[in-house]
T-cell receptor
């Protein structure tokens, strides 16, 4: 079965410092990977995706993610964190065992950026 | 309006009430989804409609009844709910085409409280 794991419940970082939110995946076949962000009392917002091609994927709000096949990881990164980046982040993988666009989500990582 | 909208944003209902959640997407997508988000639990996929046909019913109790009258609208009819059904209900939409992977776009959610 396709799955993703987010090993950290919470990540704390000071404003201006680089941030990393970790995600590892387990799939049979080629992985299609996604990152979403959820602000309080809001739905999930799409940040970026990896389908194929360059291992470094750039997304919205200055975020990027690095696909690493040998480590089965897809970590989310940002060179300089903002207080407004504080939110809940979800990694997801496309479930290729279904004929429709089913995504399997991780449990989420809360990012807290302190001033 | 743009994107995916959901009404109402908040709903309090008794266990014997009947209510409906509404979702509308303005993105020209052909697939729509209902998710349940509870505290401390992964996002749960409930129902999927692709081209207005239900393609997934993820073992959801019959007190939840979806309806998709056209590709832009999705409803979730609720009756005789239980307190454990209190959660944030998220609607999403995406393109759905064989051989490709598309991101899903989420609405802001309906916060449901069952008393």
């Amino acid at each position: 079965a396709q799955s993703v794991a987010q090993p950290e419940d919470q990540v704390n970082v000071a404003e201006g410092n680089p941030l990393t939110v970790k995600c590892t995946y387990s799939v049979s076949g080629n992985p299609y990977l996604f990152w979403y962000v959820q602000y309080p009392n809001r739905g999930l917002q799409f940040l970026l995706k990896y389908i194929t091609g360059d291992n470094l994927v750039k997304g919205s709000y200055g975020f990027e993610a690095e696909f690493n096949k040998s480590q089965t990881s897809f970590h989310l990164k940002k060179p300089s964190a903002l207080v407004s980046d504080s939110a809940l982040y979800f990694c997801a993988v496309r479930d290729l065992n279904t004929g429709f666009q089913k995504l399997v989500f991780g449990t989420g990582t809360r990012l807290l950026v302190s001033p | 309006e743009t994107g995916v909208t959901q009404t109402p944003r908040h709903l309090v209902m008794g266990m014997t009430n009947k209510k409906s959640l509404k979702c509308e997407q303005h993105l020209g997508h052909n697939a729509m989804y209902w998710y349940k988000q509870s505290a401390k639990k992964p996002l749960e996929l409930m129902f999927v409609y692709s081209l207005e046909e239900r393609v997934e019913n993820n073992s959801v109790p019959s007190r939840f009844s979806p309806e998709c009258p056209n590709s832009s609208h999705l409803f979730l009819h609720l009756h005789t709910l239980q307190p454990e059904d209190s959660a944030l209900y998220l609607c999403a939409s995406s393109q759905d085409r064989m051989g490709a992977s598309y991101e899903q776009y989420f609405g802001p959610g309906t916060r449901l409280t069952v008393t």
